[in-house]
C-alpha cells in the first residue's frame, strides 16, 4: 500500500513539473480543422490535402499569426483522419468542433463523407468548407456548409459540350462506378446532357462495374463492339489507368474523356504513355499556369516532391477562403459560438474571391459558381491547361 | 506481483454497489471541477475526452498533464471511495440479495447510467462514441449468437445489418419526416419518438426474414461452404441496394431524425443483452451448443438441428438488424458502403477478440475495438498496424478471444463482498 501511495506521488510530482505551460491562462488560439482520408480507400487525396494545409500555415507562422481586427493570433491546424469512412467523419468533425474548438473546418473531400459530416457542423453552427464534394446534398438546407468546387450538373454538361465541339463525336459510351456515388451521378448527368444534344440513344453504351473490380475486359468489349466514337469515365486514379490500358488492349481507338477525379497525380504516374493525349474536365491545370497558381504548384513541388494534383489546390483555396472569412468578421471575441456565427456571414458575402482554382462567389446555398477547366494530358504527361468552360 | 496481489486483497471485499458510486464520484468530480480547476492547473486546455489518450499522443509534453489528471480524477477517487463507501454498501449489496434479482439489477444499471450519462454529456464527441460503442455490442452479442453460440462462420452481417438500417429508414422517412425522398411525412412528426421502437422492430424482422435467403440454401452446408454463401449474401444485399434509386442507390440516404439519444440506445442494449442470455441460457441455447459440438449426435438425442439452427440465426440477424436501425439514425446517413467488407472485418474483429460463446466476451471485444479505434486516432496510419497487431497477439495466445465460454451472472456480480458477514 505504501508503495502505491509513494509512487502516486511521485507521478503527481512529475506531472506537475513537467506541464511547463500550467498555471499559465487559456490563451485564444485560431484553430482550423481538416477532416481528410489519410488511410482507407484514396489515402492520396488526404495526403494531398494534408500538405496543402501545411503549406497554407507556414505562410500563416511566416507572417506571425493570422491578423484579425488589428490583432495577430496564432492558428493550429487540426487534422483528423476520416479513414476515408463516414461514421469516422463524422466522429471527426464531432471531436474537432466539441473538443478541439475550432473556427471552422476543410474537409472531408469526397461526398461520402462531407454529406453526414455536413450535418454535424451545421448542427453545431460551425463553418465546414468541403473543397471536393460534388453531391447537392452536402450543402442542400445547410447555411453552415459551403464547397470550393462546382457541381456534376454543371460538369456534365461541360464535358459533353467540349466532345462535341472539339471532336464532333455523335455517339458516346459511358463506363462507370455503379457502386460511387460521385462517378453515378456524374455519368447520369452526363448522358443525360449528351441525348439532350444528340437525341435519345446517343449514348450506345452505359455500362457500369461496381468499386474495387480491376477487371472491365467485359463491358469494354460491348464499349468498342457497340460503335461509340468516344468513351466517357468518371473515375478515380485507381481505376483509370486500368480501364485505359484494358481499353486499348481490346483495340479501342477513339478518345476516351474523364471528369475532375482524374486531377490526381497518380493517374498519369500509374498509368503511363497509354494516358497521353487524353482529356479530363478539371478544376485547375498545373502545367502552364501563371501567377498565384504557378506560385503555389512550384512551392508544393518543391517542398513534397511532386506536381500538386485538384484537390491540394481546391484545399488552398478552400483555408485561403476560411482565412479571408476570418479576418472579414473583424474580431476574434474568444467565445467560440459567436466567433463561428460571425466567420460564417462573412464568409457567406465574400464576392470574387480570386483562388488559385478560378474566382468564386457563393450562392445561396453555400456552392460556388467558378470554371472548368478542360485539361490535355500532353507528351510529358503534365496536366496542360487546353480551354476553360464558365458558366 | 507483491503490489499487485495485495491490492486484489485490499479491493477484494468492494462490493459492484461501492464500484459504481466510485464511478460516480470520479465522473461527479470531473462534471463539476474538470474545466475549471483540474485540467486548468495541470495545463490542459481542456478536459482530456478519452482519458487523455488523444492528448498523448498528439503532444508528448502532455503526457504527465494527462496522467495527472487521470490519476486525480479516476483513479484516486474510484479506489478511495469504493474503499471506504464498502462499509456501508455491503450490508446494503446483502439486503438487495434477499429481494428479487430484478430489483438489485434494474438499481445497479439506473446507477450505472447516470454515471454514464453525465460522463458522456460533459462532451457531444464522447456521446457520439459512446453511442457507436454501444450499437457494437448490439451486433457483437448478435453475431456471437451465429459464430459462437453456433459454431458457424457467417459473413453476412453487415448485410443484415443494411437491411435494418434500409427498412428502418425508409419507414421514418416515409411516415414521420418531410424529406425529398418520400414526400411530406404521412403521419405527426411527434408521434415518431413513439412510433421509432416498432420502426426498428420491422426492421429487425425484414433481416431475419432477409437471414432465411442464407439459411434455406445453407442448411446442409458447414464451415467454409456457410461463409462463402454467407458472404454471397452480403454482396448481394450491397448490390441490390446500390441499384435501387428508390431508396438513392450509391448516393445513400441521408436526413433521417434523431431519434437515437443515448437513453434509447442504453435501453436496446440492456434489452438486447437480457434477451440474448436468456435465449443461449435456454434449452435452445443448449441444444445450439450441441449442434455445434456435434449435429449428427445432437440429432440422435432428438434435438431439431434444422429448426434450432434456423431459430439461431433468424435471431442474430434480428438483433442486428435493430444495430443498422439505431446506427442509421445515429448517423442520419446511410450508404450502401458502409455496409460492406470493411465493416465485415469490423465486426468479425470485435467478436473474435472479445471471446466466442460468451455475451461478457462480446461487450469487451466491441468496447475495447471501439475505444482503442478512437484513442489511436492521432496515429493515422501506425493505427492500422497496432490495432492487428494487438489482434494477431490475442489470437495466438488466447485462440477463442479474451473471455470465452463464460456467462454473465448478475447474482454473484452483485452480491455483498463481506467475508466476515459470511463466514469465510
Known amino acids: 500500500m505504501r508503495k502505491i501511495t509513494v509512487l502516486i506521488i511521485v507521478a503527481l510530482a512529475f506531472a506537475l513539473a513537467f506541464s511547463s505551460p500550467a498555471f499559465s491562462a487559456r490563451k485564444t488560439v485560431i484553430k482550423i480543422g481538416i477532416n481528410a482520408p489519410m488511410t482507407g480507400d484514396i489515402p492520396k487525396v488526404g495526403e494531398g490535402s494534408k500538405y496543402a494545409a501545411l503549406l497554407w500555415l507556414e505562410d500563416i507562422e511566416k507572417a506571425g499569426g493570422l491578423e484579425v481586427g488589428g490583432k495577430k493570433y496564432e492558428v493550429e491546424l487540426v487534422i483528423e483522419d476520416n479513414e476515408s469512412k463516414a461514421e469516422s467523419a463524422v466522429k471527426a468533425n464531432m471531436k474537432m468542433i466539441t473538443q478541439d474548438d475550432v473556427l471552422a473546418i476543410v474537409g472531408p473531400q469526397s461526398s461520402k463523407q462531407a454529406v453526414p459530416a455536413g450535418e454535424v457542423a451545421n448542427k453545431y453552427k460551425t463553418v465546414m468548407i468541403s473543397p471536393w464534394s460534388t453531391n447537392p446534398a452536402t450543402t442542400m438546407d445547410r447555411p453552415y456548409v459551403f464547397r470550393g468546387c462546382f457541381l456534376d450538373p454543371f460538369q456534365g454538361p461541360v464535358v459533353a459540350n467540349f466532345i462535341t465541339e472539339e471532336f464532333g463525336y455523335t455517339k458516346a459510351a459511358v463506363l462507370y462506378d455503379v457502386a460511387s456515388d460521385y462517378p453515378k451521378g456524374l455519368a447520369e448527368v452526363f448522358k443525360a446532357a449528351w441525348e439532350k444534344k444528340h437525341g435519345a440513344g446517343s449514348v450506345v453504351a452505359y455500362e457500369s462495374f461496381t468499386t474495387k473490380d480491376t477487371d472491365f475486359s467485359s463491358q469494354l468489349t460491348k464499349i468498342v463492339k457497340s460503335g461509340a466514337q468516344v468513351l466517357f469515365t468518371p473515375q478515380y486514379y485507381n481505376e483509370v489507368p486500368l480501364i485505359v490500358q484494358q481499353a486499348k488492349d481490346l483495340g479501342w481507338k477513339g478518345p476516351i474523356v474523364g471528369s475532375d477525379s482524374w486531377g490526381s497525380a497518380e493517374t498519369v504516374e500509374l498509368c503511363g504513355e497509354a494516358c497521353y493525349g487524353l482529356y479530363f474536365s478539371s478544376h485547375y491545370a498545373a502545367a502552364g499556369a501563371k501567377g498565384a497558381t504557378k506560385a503555389f504548384i512550384d512551392r508544393y513541388t518543391e517542398n513534397y516532391g511532386y506536381i500538386p494534383d485538384d484537390v491540394a489546390a481546391l484545399t488552398w483555396d478552400a483555408l485561403k477562403l476560411a482565412q479571408q472569412a476570418i479576418q472579414d468578421s473583424g474580431k476574434i471575441t474568444g467565445r467560440i459560438e459567436k466567433d463561428r456565427a460571425a466567420v460564417r456571414d462573412s464568409l457567406a458575402k465574400i464576392k470574387n474571391f480570386a483562388g488559385i482554382t478560378g474566382n468564386m462567389t457563393f450562392t445561396e446555398e453555400g456552392d460556388p459558381i467558378k470554371c472548368a477547366v478542360i485539361v490535355k494530358i500532353n507528351d510529358n504527361g503534365e496536366y496542360e491547361f487546353y480551354k476553360s468552360s464558365c458558366p | ?424
Open chain 2, 1 to 424: 506481483m507483491e503490489i499487485a496481489k495485495k491490492f486484489k486483497n485490499t479491493f477484494s471485499t468492494v462490493p459492484m454497489l461501492s464500484w459504481l458510486l466510485g464511478t460516480l464520484t470520479a465522473v461527479a468530480i470531473e462534471y463539476f471541477w474538470g474545466y475549471d480547476y483540474i485540467s486548468y492547473y495541470l495545463g490542459l486546455s481542456k478536459i482530456p475526452v478519452l482519458f487523455g489518450a488523444l492528448i498523448m499522443l498528439k503532444e508528448p509534453m502532455m503526457i504527465p498533464g494527462a496522467i495527472g489528471y487521470d490519476l486525480i480524477v479516476y483513479v484516486i477517487p474510484i479506489l478511495l471511495i469504493a474503499k471506504t463507501t464498502a462499509f456501508f454498501t455491503n450490508p446494503v449489496a446483502a439486503i438487495l440479495e434477499k429481494m428479487p434479482l430484478w430489483f438489485s439489477v434494474i438499481l445497479h444499471l439506473l446507477l450505472f447510467y447516470y454515471t454514464l450519462h453525465l460522463w458522456a454529456g460533459i462532451n457531444d464527441y464522447r456521446n457520439i462514441i459512446v453511442r457507436l460503442t454501444l450499437i457494437s455490442i448490439i451486433l457483437t452479442i448478435s453475431i456471437n449468437v451465429i459464430n459462437g453460440y453456433q459454431g458457424e462462420f457467417s459473413c453476412s452481417h453487415p448485410g443484415f445489418m443494411a437491411i435494418g438500417a434500409y427498412v428502418s429508414s425508409a419507414l421514418t422517412l416515409f411516415l414521420f419526416a418531410n424529406d425529398k425522398m418520400f414526400g411530406t411525412a404521412l403521419l405527426p412528426q411527434e408521434l415518431g419518438p413513439w412510433g421509432f421502437p416498432f420502426i426498428l422492430i420491422a426492421g429487425g424482422i425484414a433481416a431475419s426474414l432477409g437471414s432465411l435467403l442464407v439459411a434455406i440454401p445453407s442448411f446442409k452446408t458447414r464451415g467454409d461452404y456457410l461463409a462463402i454463401i454467407s458472404l454471397a449474401f452480403m454482396f448481394i444485399v450491397k448490390s441490390a441496394v446500390e441499384n435501387l434509386n428508390v431508396i438513392g442507390g450509391a448516393r445513400g440516404m441521408g436526413g433521417q431524425p434523431e431519434y437515437a439519444p443515448l437513453p434509447i440506445i442504453f435501453i436496446w442494449t440492456i434489452i438486447c443483452i437480457w434477451v440474448i442470455h436468456n435465449f443461449v441460457t435456454s434449452i435452445m441455447g443448449k441444444a445450439l451448443n450441441a449442434v455445434r459440438d456435434d449435429e449428427a449426435a445432437s440429432e440422435s438425442m432428438t434435438v431439431k438441428t434444422r429448426k434450432t439452427k434456423m431459430t439461431a440465426f433468424m435471431f442474430g440477424a434480428f438483433w442486428a438488424g435493430i444495430a443498422g436501425g439505431l446506427f442509421a439514425h445515429v448517423i442520419a446517413y446511410i450508404n450502401p458502403g458502409m455496409f460492406s467488407i470493411n465493416r465485415l472485418a469490423e465486426i468479425l474483429a470485435m467478436v473474435y477478440f472479445g471471446g466466442l460463446n460468451s455475451i461478457v466476451g462480446s461487450i469487451v471485444g466491441a468496447v475495447s475495438i471501439n475505444i482503442l479505434g478512437e484513442a489511436l486516432r492521432p496515429l493515422e496510419l501506425f493505427k492500422w498496424i497496432i490495432i492487428p497487431l494487438i489482434l494477431i497477439f490475442v489470437m495466438i495466445f488466447r485462440p477463442y478471444g479474451l473471455i470465452s465460454f463464460k456467462e454473465i451472472n448478475a447474482k454473484r456480480l452483485l452480491r455483498s463482498k463481506h467475508k466476515r458477514e459470511q463466514g469465510v
